[in-house]
């Protein structure tokens, strides 16, 4: 069942949504290669070292770019989230002609400038790299969230940490006082 936005896309968008919907997870052949990246990632994150984690979650991104054989993206980490009346932004991918793909995201909470626990700022790595994949890998004309988007997310985070656990409730701290709020918020369902 699509998300409730799906009725006021235009007949293109909705092709492009069932496209989308329709591929539900991402084999990458050679991904236990990076998990030493993903090690990386959460010692940076617990040690509260922004270049630390700038340069794992770089490598992670374009290792993942390269083992899919598609063009890598340049990424950045900043400080504390900025937010608004709508909520906090976790991370953005900006597409332009003719320059990198950008991928940027925040190790701090906004309310408390706590750093992002591991699982969740991962979490948003991996959707912002999905967004990458969704034109680069799959061809599709636009990176929607669906369903099978989400679906290729945790697919990539199982895959990247095949021994994590259940995820914790939103709110509750994780290790060096880290704030978990696991998952961005996503569009309603009909």
């Given amino acids: 069942m699509p998300f409730a936005y799906y009725d006021r896309l235009s007949a ?20 236990e290669t990076l998990r030493p990246q993903v090690d990386a990632l959460r010692a940076g994150l617990e040690r509260d070292d922004r270049g630390d984690v700038e340069r794992s979650a770089s490598r992670l991104a374009n290792g993942l770019a390269e083992l899919l054989g598609v063009p890598p993206v340049s990424l950045k980490v900043l400080a504390v989230r ?13 597409r332009e002609a003719s320059r990198t793909p950008r991928i ?33 890998h799959l061809g599709l004309a636009d990176s929607l969230h669906t369903e099978g988007f989400f679906r290729r997310e945790s697919s990539l985070f199982k895959q990247l940490v095949p021994d994590a656990g259940p995820a914790r409730r939103p709110g509750r701290a994780g290790p060096a006082g880290a704030q978990d709020s696991e998952e961005s918020p996503r569009p309603g369902r009909k």
Avoid: K, N
């Avoid at 293109?12 to 050679?30: E, W």
């Avoid at 900025?82 to 900006?94: A, C, R």
């Avoid at 906004?110 to 699982?119: C, E, G, S």
């Fill in 12 to 31: 293109r968008a909705r092709a492009i949504y069932r496209q989308s919907d329709a591929v539900t997870a991402l084999r990458v052949p050679g991904i």
């Fill in 82 to 94: 900025p937010s608004s009346s709508w909520g906090e932004l976790h991370g953005l991918y900006t």
């Fill in 104 to 136: 940027e995201l925040w190790m701090r909470t906004a309310r408390h400038a706590r750093v992002v626990a591991f699982r969740t700022f991962l979490r948003t790595l991996l959707h912002e790299v999905g967004h990458h994949l969704d034109y680069e």
